[in-house]
């Protein structure tokens, strides 16, 4: 196992993976399944949450996780790249939500693994 100092990947990188399995977590508990979005990504589309059949309803979602939120009021504020918020803004076929996954500021803190649990700490906003 590698420290945090050693990791092979860069901190942004092991948030998107942490919110890709948040989102697959809370899916998979409901019976849904979720499906990588398109690559490259150029309409801010990271998955799709679907029932498994055609005939259902769909929603496609843009992924962000943060360790460093701004709340106010209840309301979590996240700033968002100009073409990621006119993407997600825009009218489209299937719609589109934003879930930031709010992550504790130290990363050994992020997840937990026991033979009794598995945690994702914190939260996710959309």
């Known amino acids: 196992m590698y420290s945090v100092n050693q ?3 860069s901190e942004n990188y092991r ?14 508990g409901d019976g849904y399944i979720v499906q990588s979005g398109p690559q490259p990504d150029t309409d801010s ?12 309803n769909m929603i496609d ?4 996780a943060t360790a460093r939120p701004k709340i106010r009021n209840g309301c979590l504020h996240f700033r968002l790249k100009k073409k990621n918020y006119n993407d997600l803004v825009r009218q489209r076929h299937v719609p589109t939500i934003l879930i930031v996954l709010e992550l504790p500021r130290c990363n050994s ?3 937990c ?3 009794e649990e598995l945690i994702i700490r914190k939260c996710g906003w959309w």
Do not use: H, P
């Open 7 to 9: 990791s092979l990947m």
């Open 15 to 28: 948030k998107e993976q942490v919110s890709n399995a948040y989102l697959a977590a809370l899916a998979a």
């Open 45 to 56: 589309v990271d998955a799709t949450i679907r029932s498994g059949s055609s005939r259902r």
């Open 61 to 64: 979602i843009q992924l962000k």
């Open 109 to 111: 803190d992020w997840l």
């Open 113 to 115: 693994c026991t033979f």
